[in-house]
């Protein structure tokens, strides 16, 4: 993949500029990164606090053909980019990271970055997906989020860590993720995510159902990136929504 980078000061959100640009035509590989983004913003309409120079802020454009992944794009997409965001940190760190479903990345109990995929006209053919990725470098980084702790590459592993050599490496392991997913290989994938996976079995979680609070046992994440729960008398699939960790 080529990617075509645009570097800003301070944005409202990467997200905003990289969606805008994908409707106005900007192909496969257009980046938006930020120094510092005012509306930075997580999943399920958090915010993501992004004040200069503590953080990695980056949105890219990609454009998957209709025919792969077809219904589970946007799960596989985001596991896929959180194998690549471990396997990028590893390589600027040495610290093997831990992946939470669906979408954190963690060094021990504390998050270091997440990924919010958003989609546009998903089945057609221009299905668009913008990936933000947010990751903290600094001290002054978005160190909470929904209850669960953060942390910072520069507390973990006690040295400076540069912004742009963790922007390239994650970018770097995007692309070759996308395109192993690309290439079919989703297997690979779920194998290298299950692998680096916390609490995605025997984990106590709790959510929503329309009928209320239901509580079960998580049991693995199924081949669409479902995570699969074990309640009393069924093994439900959780596809996205708040779920809470117990
Ligand atoms: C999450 O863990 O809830 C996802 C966080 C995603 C944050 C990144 S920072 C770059 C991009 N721009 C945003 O506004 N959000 C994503």
New binding site residues.
């Given amino acids: 993949m080529r990617f075509d980078i645009h570097k800003f000061d301070t944005v409202t959100?990467?997200?905003?500029l990289a969606i805008e640009a994908a409707e106005t035509g900007a192909a496969e590989g257009y980046v938006v990164t930020a120094e510092s983004?005012t509306?930075?913003?997580?999943?399920?309409g958090?915010v993501?606090t992004?004040p200069p120079g503590a953080?990695v802020?980056?949105?890219l454009v990609l454009r998957p053909p209709v025919a792969v992944m077809n219904g589970r794009l946007l799960a596989l997409l985001t596991l896929a980019a959180g194998v690549a965001v471990r396997d990028a940190l590893r390589q600027v760190t040495g610290i093997e990271a831990r992946l939470k479903w669906p979408?954190?990345v963690l060094m021990g109990p504390r998050?270091v970055?997440?990924?919010?995929a958003e989609g546009i006209n998903i089945g057609t053919p221009d299905q668009t997906v913008v990936l933000?990725?947010?990751v903290n470098v600094a001290d002054g980084a978005?160190l909470e989020?929904a209850g669960v702790q953060g942390t910072a590459l520069e507390r973990e592993s006690a040295r400076r860590i540069d912004g742009d050599l963790v922007r390239d490496e994650v970018l770097g392991a995007v692309a070759s993720a996308y395109e192993r997913l690309s290439r079919g290989e989703a297997d690979d994938i779920l194998r290298a995510w299950r692998a680096a996976a916390t609490g995605v079995v025997g984990a106590k979680v709790e959510w929503d159902g329309p009928e209320g609070a239901v509580q079960g046992t998580t049991n693995g994440i199924d081949d669409h990136g479902a995570l699969l729960v074990r309640t009393a008398d069924n093994l439900h699939r959780v596809t996205g929504g708040e779920l809470r960790w117990l």
């Fill in positions: 959100s990467t997200m905003d983004q509306h930075g913003r997580g999943r399920r958090r993501w992004s953080g802020y980056l949105s979408n954190d998050k970055a997440g990924i919010l933000g990725i947010g978005h989020s």
